[in-house]
Every structure is written in structure tokens, then in C-alpha cells.
């Protein structure tokens, strides 16, 4: 084999989770970051809002409540141990990212700027606290820019844009990746020590959805296939506040400056659902809230979306309302300045996509697919665990949206992903190259790269008789409908069976293309697959699942049951078939309880 | 609405060069032209090659050139664009296929200007942030939003006649970094940037900045890099 | 493999680029207009006789000279501008308001001097 | 909080640099030709051009206050028109605009000429060209 590579650890992916395990692991272990996208160009770079710390820049803050609110916003399901874990880390990590240059916003004293976000409390008084540090509407961006940037310091080896095709182990042990150089379509292999997935999610199973085109699941679905469970699949996070059909996110960032929904009676719904918090409770709480002014008919013009309103008088009249103030006591006000300088980059989305001006006029949302709770299982070193008593995999970690660590548990709050990823992130490769410290190589087996060839082999040689844009269109639509924000028996068994016999219908997909070089066609055929067996996952666990909780709620069990289900979905292929299993949530500190904001 | 796409067509591995072929297909006028591509690769030429990822002008993958212009392919609309479309790959760079070029010596401009944070000196003692105040924070908000889509630098007459020139996309990192309060190393930054390949190969066309999709004024940036340079000033 | 990089000049022109491009290639061309043309004429007047002669009968003629007080005023006018705002980065946000009034002065400038010039050449 | 101002000398900002040094010059030589032009149209009016010259041969003059510029015309007394003072000033618009004009030749060949060796040789062309038009130009000024 003429490409093949060998490096201690090798990450997957460049989002933040994936350099700042390239940034952490490079320092003791020969370390190679391969990302099917140049790093810039992760999602990361889309998260807008903000990566929360209890810094108490503005305000008393703690990282107790943080641990609390983030234990309540996971609808209790998320593991309490990895949650205070991530909350004591959150201080020392804002700060790290700051050192290595992050150009935060600032307070009047120089120090790191905070602002409010959904779910986010000071436990004593209830009320929303400004724990979320940001630099303007681009927080991920600079986040990602500036783990790149310091990367290249660094002298981290990219693989820019080589696709991870396949997972390889042997002896039950982690032994590289094969991926494909998109450039020439060759085969490479990655052999190494440890291997650190840290793909992104897979919101691209829905129709409407806030993610890129890339994320497909890759990582999840590459694991899936050689016999890793995932967890949690059944809880994915539906943003309250995407742009009417395309789905682009609006953050959450908007009400946290004071904005509010309205809906077609031109009223604030808000306080009906969470009287205290108001517009800014979690997003299941929100999401939900406008699925239910909608169907009772109170959509704009009785139709499926209502709006959000930033105009400063409207802003500055709730704000009147809810008695709400500056850090100094004075009433809270806004003019037009500050919702140009606080979130411009939703002014210029609203203004390109909608030919909306937010200072003038309001926004046309509804809910959209965002975020992947569920994912591949690890604990909170990010070492991936394969079963309900937390085996370790030796050799194979995951970090950021693709795991599932799960300190999101039915519900993320805002703010709490940016900071995973680099919490998890960094544990990861400082694990992963610890780990190939003492570990030797394993022995590569002859032919690694036997299963990837034959994917493709599959794909160009289809019948034909299929198009893969129509399949994918297909299961976008049917995983939105049925097993979007509300669901029920029926409609997921319904789903289940067309996911099943799309995954069919794909066997049928012919790729046209017959070239090596940039292939892209090849290349989102094999991601179809990778959306199909991801949406069977998801599909699967949450019909399994019959409760209501988080981010998943059914019409036919709308309460939660900690009695029954106070428990994570492990879900797992064997012998071609998903099977389903069980794992305990740790719970240390807070007793499950009723859930209100 | 029908609209009729002309699109720059090149397979590395059946033709010398490229040429155009016109696609005519139905579109809603607040379709993205990304939308357009996405689906004629999906109905009616699969092996249509192109970047993309974000879907909203936020990773920087899929800048070409549309009606002679470089945009983002997802940050235009076909109400912007009108119902006749052609597009083309960026100039300037190599060819990999149809839209696709090779962004590597876009990449090693930019790491030429030293494109990260150097402050050696001690961590503040408490362990706690670098201060800043907030209007030496906006001394580089600018400059922080770029997404190196190479858009601007793709489009500048200079770059064009020699790919020696760093660029405009590497110039904004640099002033990113020059006029960051914390940031330490603007001095070699400017050295950098102060030879025959730098500056000094911008003439102010303007291009760059009618080009840049997230709206960043470059030749001003370019401008104060300039005048940093000459006063050394960096206020 | 791939195309390799060539930007034509065709492609180049092609280019829709906004004033400032055009600007830009018209101070590019005055420029060398005038550097050219000065160098010609002082080789003509040091060499003189016929061939200096020659050379300097060129710039008699009165299209010659509509081009080349295109050449000097146009990149005068134009040079001050990039002078000014080079000087003052703050003034790039309204180049595009610099390069109107930039036409505003030159058009009437260059339009007077036309004038004058066919007056002079076809009047006597 | 107090924020501290920070400067770079020279040397650190790479001010040494020759494409960061013409830089400059080719802005602060157009303000000179300006200047420069200025006092030779301001002369020519002081000196009696409205009556005796046309627009051309005023624009000749200010472009360069050469005498054998206004000889074709109506001027009845040329001695202040070849005096030393507009010698000087002839002779310094023909430095700093061959200087300006023959860098501005340097930039367009660098924009196209990306090897040192091929920048290299332009330099060292341009110099020659500049003392050639710099020596011719002098010679005509003084002995005209
Ligand atoms: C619009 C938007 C706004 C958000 N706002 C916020 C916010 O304000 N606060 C917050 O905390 N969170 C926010 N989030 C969530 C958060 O941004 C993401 O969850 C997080 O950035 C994910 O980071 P990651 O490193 O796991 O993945 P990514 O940054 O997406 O990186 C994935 C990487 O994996 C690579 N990859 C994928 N598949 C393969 C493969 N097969 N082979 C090789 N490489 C591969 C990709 O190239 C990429 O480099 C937001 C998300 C969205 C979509
Ligand atoms: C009023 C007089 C003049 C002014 C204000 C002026 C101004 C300028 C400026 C500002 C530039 C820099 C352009 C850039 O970097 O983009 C320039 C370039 C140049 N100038 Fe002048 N100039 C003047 C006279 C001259 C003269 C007399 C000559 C010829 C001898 C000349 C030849 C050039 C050339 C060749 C360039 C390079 C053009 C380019 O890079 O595109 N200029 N001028
Ligand atoms: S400056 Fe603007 S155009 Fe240039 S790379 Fe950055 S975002 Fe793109
Ligand atoms: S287009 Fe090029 S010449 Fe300068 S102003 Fe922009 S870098
Ligand atoms: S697809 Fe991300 S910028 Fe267009």
C-alpha cells in the first residue's frame, strides 16, 4: 500500500473539539488532524451566541448554579459527574481560549464580556444571569480562527480535506482511520495509536436544520458500522428561532439583548410557557411554545411561523415590563447601535435572506433542527465507553458534537456546546496521547482498506435507478415531520419504515461521476448512507422511548417518567440489525424534579 | 422562474480546458444561486463539482464567480442575480475541477504573516484575562470577521499578475493581529508585510472590498497597515 | 493536474470590478503614457536633428495630445486622490463618493481642455 | 483602565524596507509635483502668460518651467522666464517626476515579475534609466 501514514494520535476533524485535541495531543504525541473540509471552513465557525463560564464579569455567578442550570436544562438526564466536571472547567477554559488571543468583547473595565442566555440562572433569585462570554454574534468563529490559528504556531499536521471513510481495529484495540484524499481519490491510510473522532452532528437529516451540508454523521455512522453503540440518538435539538424555511439560525443571542416573539395576534406568548425566565427559557421549552401558538392557530396569518421582534421600542417596552436593568440599576434600554454592534451578523443574515431589516422590522422564525445531543458514548475524559458499565475502548475517543458524554442529556443549553468542545476537546487528546505513550502500534491486518474500496465500489457500480438527491430530499422531509419537535406512535413508525425502505431504494443509487479527482458526487452518496443509518438510529431510539423529556417530546406520552426512563438508549448494530440497551444516568448532586422556568 | 445557468465546466481527467455549458432549470427568486448548483448537480449533472458546507455565508467555502463577480454562491440570491446566471471559478488560482480550485497558495499567503496570537510576556498574576478595553477591542473588530474565502484576494487585479503577492485576505489577518492591544509581534508583522511582496503590491483597486461577503473594509485595512508602517503608530 | 493558474488579460478585464478597478487601470495606463512620452521627448530634444525632429513632430498632433492630457490630468487628479486617502485610511469608507467627485472634477477639466486643443490645432 | 499607546521605530516596522520607502515617496513626490507645478503656473501668470500665451503653452510650462517651452510664443522678453531660480525648479520637478514615474515602472514590472533575479534586473535598469533621463534632462535645462 503506498499511502499509508503513521502517527501516534490521529484526530478526526477540525471543528473546535478536533483542534483543540490536535492543539493538546501534538505537544507530547506525534499527532495528525485530518478534516474533510479545510479546519476554517467547521461548523464550528457558524455558533453565534456564546460559550458560557461563570466568570461573574458583570454579575455574582458560580459554577454550582451553571452545573445546576445545565443539570435542569438536560431535563436530568445528562450524567452529573461529567456536568460539574465541565462547569469547574469552564473558567480555566474561557480564560485559556482568551490567552491564546480570542478577541472577546469587553467590559468598561477591560474584562471578558457576558451576556444572558436561555436557561442560564442565578439559583437564588431565578433570573437570568450573564454568564454567556462572547465576541459579538461570532463567538464560534473566533473560537475556530483562533484554535487554527494556534495549531499553525504550533506545527499540528493537517490532512486538509481527506474524508474518513472507515474506523480500524484490531484486537479490540483502536488502530487508525482509512480516508480518501479529496484532491486525487486516493486511498490513505492513517495507522496510529489512538484515534480521536470529533465529526460534528448530523442535523442534516431534517429538512429545515441551522447545519451545514457536511454535517452527515460521518463519525457516528463509521463507528456504528464497526459495532460501537451511540447514545441518546432520540434527543435532538430543535432551535426556536431559525429563519422562516431556510432554517439559518437566529441566536438565541437576540432575546438575550431583550428581544421577544410574537405571535399572529401580535401578542408575547412567552410568559404563558415560563413566567420567570420568559423568553428566555431552554429551547425545548421555546421550540415547543411556538409549535403550540401554531397549532392553535395563532401563526402569522393562522400559517407555520411567527416572529421575533428586536426593535429597540419593543425591546425597550417588555424590558419596562419585566422591570428589567443594567448592572448598575438603571432601566434597560437599547437604540438602534446596539442591535447593529450586539448581533450584526443577524441584521446582515436578515437583511440577505429575507430582505428584513431587524431594527425596523420583525424577523419571520420557526423552530429549525440544530444540535445533536445524542452521540458516540464516552465518559467525561473523552475515552469512548462501549456498554452500560462504562468499558473503555482502548484507543478510541470522541469530543464535541458527535459524542454523547453525555453532559447535554435531553436538553442543551445554549452556550454549553462551545464550551464542551473545548473542555472535552482538550481531555480527549491530552488522554489519547497519554494513552499513546505506553500503547505500541498493533500489527495492521492486509487489507484495511478493503471495506471503504467496496462502499465506493457499491456506489459506482448502482443500478441507477435511483437519484440520491431525491432519497436524501425524502428522508429530510419525512425525519422533520415525523420525528421533529412533536411525536407520536404512529408517525415514527411510520418514519421507521420509510427510513428502512429508503435505506433499500439506496442500494439503487449509481454515481455518474466515474472520475478520482474531487469527486464530489461519490462523496455526498456516501454520506446519504451515513444520513440513513443515522436516521434509523434516531428514529428507532426515540419510538423506543415513551416519555417525554428534553428535546423529545410525544403527543402520546407528553409526561416525563423517571420511573421508567431515567435511563440513557444505548443502540448498537449486530448482525445487521439495531439493537437496543440501557445505561444509568449518574446523578450526584441534584434529585430529578419537576421542570420550570 | 426558468433561469438559465452557464457554468464553467473542466474534468482534470478528459479535457485540455474548459468551457461552458448552460444548464436551464426552475427557481424561486429567493433561491440561493447555491440552491441552483445543488440542484442541478442533484437532477441534472451529477459529476457538477463544487465547495460548500455552511449554506449561509459563514465558512467561506464556496466563493466563485458569478455574473463576472466574485460572491459567496450562498450569500446571493437569484433576486440579486437576476434570471441569467454564469458562473465561473475564482481566477487566479489552479484549476482542480469545474468550480473547484486550489486553495493551497491561498493558505501559504496567509501563513507567511504570522496569522496567530504572540504575547510571551507573563500571564496577568491572578491567572485571570488580559485586560482590554472595549474601544481597543474595536480597533480590530473589522478585521476579525474574516472567513478566508479568498474571495477578495482572487479578485485583485495584483494578485492576478502575481500570486507572489500575499494578498489582501492575509493583510486583513495581519491587521487582525498589528492592531490587537494584547498582540506583541506587530513589528515583525509589518516587517513581513513591508517587502516587495506585501503592501507594496496593492494599488488600491478595490476590488477586494466590493468582493469580501462578510462586508470587510480591506482597503482601509490595507490602508492602516500602510500608515502603521510609515508612522508606526498603532493606536 | 488542473488548469494551471493564468489570469488573460481578457479574463482580467472581464472582471466586474466596481469604479475603483476601472480607476485604477486608467492611473496604471496615464502613468506609463506619461513616463513614456516624457522620456521620448526628452530624447528628442537631446539628440535633435532629424530624428529628434521626427520624434517631437508626434506630439504635434492634436489626437496625440488629446491622449496624452488624458494621461496627465487623469493621473494627476486621480493620484491626488490616492495620495489623500492613503494618507487618511478613515477616508477609504467613502471612496466610492471620492471617485464621483474625482469624475465631478475631471470630466469638465478634461472637457475644456479638448476644446481647447481642437481649437488650437484646427483653428490655427 | 488605562490603555497604553504603542508605537514601533523605524527599523521594527520595517520602515527600511525599499518598497515600504518608495511607497511613501511616490505619495510625498506627487504632493512635490503639485507643489512644483503650483509655483510654475503662478510664476507664468506673474511673469505676463495671460496676454502673451495660450492654454498649451501654459500647460507646457507648468509641466515644465523649461525655457524652450514658452520660445514658440508671443513673450517679448524671455531672460526672467530662463532665469536660475525656474532652472531650479525645472530641474527639481524633472527629478522627482523621473524618480516617480521610473519607480512607478519598477511597480508595474514587479507586479508581473515575481523572481528576484528578473526584479533584480528591472532595479538595476531602472537606475540606469533614471540617471540617463536625469543627466539629459539636467543638460538640456542648463545649457537651453
Ligand atoms: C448556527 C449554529 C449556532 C450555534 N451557536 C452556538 C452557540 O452560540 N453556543 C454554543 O455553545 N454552541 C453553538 N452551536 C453548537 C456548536 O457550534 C457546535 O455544536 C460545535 O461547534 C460542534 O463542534 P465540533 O468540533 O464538534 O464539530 P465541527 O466544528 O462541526 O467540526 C466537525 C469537523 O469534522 C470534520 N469531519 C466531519 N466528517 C468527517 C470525515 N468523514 N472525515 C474527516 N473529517 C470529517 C469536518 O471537516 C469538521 O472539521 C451552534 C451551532 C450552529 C449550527
Ligand atoms: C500631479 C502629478 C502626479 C501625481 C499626483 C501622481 C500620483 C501617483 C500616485 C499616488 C501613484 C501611486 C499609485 C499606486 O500606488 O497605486 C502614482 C504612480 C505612478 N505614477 Fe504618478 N503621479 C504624478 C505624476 C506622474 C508623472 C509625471 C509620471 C511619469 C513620469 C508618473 C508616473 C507614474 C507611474 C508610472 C506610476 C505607477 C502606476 C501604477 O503603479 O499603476 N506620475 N502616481
Ligand atoms: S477578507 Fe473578506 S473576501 Fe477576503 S477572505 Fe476574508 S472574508 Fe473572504
Ligand atoms: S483589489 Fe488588490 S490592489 Fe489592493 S485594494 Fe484590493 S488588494
Ligand atoms: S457554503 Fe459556507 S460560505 Fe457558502
Known sequence: ?597 | MEVTVKIFRYNPEKDQRGNYVTYKVEAHENDRVLDVLEYIKGKEDGTLSFRRSCAHGICGSDAMRINGRNMLACKVLIRDVGTNITVEPLLGLKISKDLIVDMEPFFDNYKKVLPYFINDSPLPEDGRERLQSPEERARFDETTKCILCAACTTSCPSYWANGEYYGPAAIVTAHRFIFDSRDEAAGERLQILAETDGVARCHTAYNCTEACPREIKITRAIGEVKMAMTTGKLD | MGLKRDVSLSAGLRYKGPAGYLTFILHRIGGLGMGVFIAVHILAAFIGGRTGGFLNGIYENWAFQIFIFFCVLFHAINGLRITILDLWPKLQDYQTEAIWVEWAVFIPLYAVSVYVILSTALGG | MTTKSRRLSIKDRGLTNFEAVMWIFTRLSALAIYGLILAGLIGALVMGARNNMNFADVMRWAFMPNVTHVQSTDLQDLDPWASPFWKLTASALLLVAAAHGIHGLVVIADDYIASKSGRNFIRLLSIVFLLAMSGMGLWLIWTS
Open chain 1, 1 to 597: 500500500m503506498a499511502n499509508v501514514h503513521q502517527f501516534d494520535v490521529v484526530v478526526v476533524g477540525a471543528g473546535g473539539a478536533g483542534l483543540m485535541a490536535g492543539l493538546y495531543a501534538s505537544r507530547t504525541a506525534k499527532t495528525a488532524v485530518i478534516s474533510k473540509l479545510y479546519p476554517t471552513r467547521s461548523h464550528t465557525g457558524a455558533a453565534q451566541g456564546g460559550i458560557s463560564a461563570a466568570l461573574g464579569n458583570y454579575e455574582e455567578d458560580k459554577p454550582e448554579w451553571h452545573m445546576y442550570d445545565t443539570v435542569k436544562g438536560s431535563d436530568y438526564l445528562g450524567d452529573q459527574d461529567a456536568i460539574e466536571f465541565m462547569c469547574n472547567e469552564a473558567i480555566d477554559a474561557v480564560l485559556e481560549l482568551e490567552h491564546m488571543g480570542l478577541p472577546f468583547d469587553r467590559t468598561p473595565e477591560g474584562k471578558i464580556s457576558q451576556r444572558p442566555f436561555g436557561g442560564h440562572t442565578n439559583n437564588e433569585t431565578g433570573k437570568p444571569v450573564r454568564r454567556a462570554a462572547h465576541a459579538a454574534d461570532r463567538t464560534g468563529h473566533m473560537i475556530l480562527q483562533t484554535l487554527y490559528q494556534q495549531c499553525l504556531k504550533n506545527k499540528v499536521n493537517f490532512f486538509d480535506e481527506y474524508q474518513v471513510l472507515d474506523f480500524i481495529m484490531v484486537n479490540g484495540r483502536a488502530a487508525g482511520v482509512v480516508a480518501v484524499e479529496l484532491a486525487t481519490g486516493e486511498l490513505h491510510t492513517i495507522h496510529a495509536k489512538a484515534v480521536v473522532f470529533a465529526t460534528g452532528g448530523h442535523g442534516r437529516i431534517f429538512e429545515v436544520t441551522s447545519n451545514a451540508y457536511a454535517y452527515t454523521g460521518d463519525g457516528a455512522a463509521i463507528l456504528l458500522r464497526r459495532g460501537i453503540p451511540l447514545e441518546d440518538m432520540e434527543f435532538f435539538q430543535f432551535h426556536p428561532t431559525g429563519i422562516y424555511k431556510l432554517g439559518i439560525l437566529i441566536t438565541e443571542g437576540v432575546r438575550g439583548e431583550g428581544g421577544v416573539l410574537l405571535n399572529g395576534n401580535g401578542e408575547r406568548f412567552m410568559p404563558k410557557y415560563a413566567p420567570t425566565v420568559k423568553d428566555l427559557a431552554s429551547r425545548d421549552v421555546v421550540s415547543r411554545a411556538i409549535y403550540t401558538e401554531i397549532k392553535e392557530g395563532r401563526g402569522i396569518n393562522g400559517s407555520n411561523y411567527v416572529y421575533l421582534d428586536i426593535r429597540p421600542e419593543s425591546v425597550n417596552k417588555y424590558a419596562a415590563v419585566d422591570g428589567r436593568t443594567n448592572p448598575d440599576g438603571s432601566p434597560y434600554t437599547i437604540t438602534a447601535d446596539t442591535v447593529l454592534k450586539k448581533i450584526p451578523d443577524i441584521v446582515d443574515f436578515c437583511r440577505v435572506y429575507l430582505g428584513v431589516d431587524p431594527v425596523t422590522q420583525v424577523m419571520p422564525i420557526q423552530p429549525t433542527a440544530h444540535y445533536t445531543m445524542g452521540g458516540i458514548p464516552t465518559n467525561k475524559y473523552g475515552e469512548v465507553v462501549i456498554d452500560d458499565r462504562n468499558t473503555i475502548f482502548p484507543g478510541l475517543y470522541a469530543a464535541g458534537e458527535c459524542a454523547c458524554v453525555s453532559v447535554h442529556g435531553a436538553n442543551r443549553l445554549g452556550t454549553n456546546s462551545l464550551l464542551d468542545i473545548v473542555v472535552f476537546g482538550k481531555h480527549a487528546g491530552l488522554k489519547a496521547a497519554e494513552y499513546a505513550q505506553s500503547a505500541d502500534f498493533e500489527t495492521l491486518p492486509g487489507e484495511v482498506e478493503a471495506d471503504a474500496r467496496s462502499a465506493f465500489e457499491a456506489l459506482r457500480n448502482g443500478s441507477k435507478k435511483e437519484n440520491a438527491f431525491d432519497l436524501s430530499n425524502e428522508l429530510k422531509k419525512v425525519m422533520f415531520d415525523d420525528v421533529g419537535i412533536y411525536r407520536s406512535e404512529k408517525g415514527m413508525a411510520e418514519a421507521l419504515d420509510k427510513v428502512r425502505e429508503l435505506k433499500e431504494r439506496f442500494k439503487d443509487v449509481g454515481v455518474t461521476d466515474t472520475g478520482k479527482i474531487f469527486n464530489t458526487e461519490l462523496l455526498n452518496a456516501w454520506e446519504l448512507g451515513n444520513l440513513l443509518d443515522i436516521a434509523e438510529t434516531v428514529a428507532m431510539s426515540a419510538l423506543n422511548r415513551k416519555e417525554s423529556r428534553g428535546g423529545h417530546s410525544r403527543e402520546d406520552y407528553p409526561e416525563r417518567d423517571d420511573g421508567s426512563w431515567l435511563k440513557h438508549t444505548l443502540i448498537a448494530q449486530k448482525d445487521g440489525k439495531l439493537e437496543i440497551s440501557y445505561k444509568p444516568v449518574v446523578i450526584t448532586k441534584h434529585q430529578p424534579k419537576a421542570r420550570v422556568y
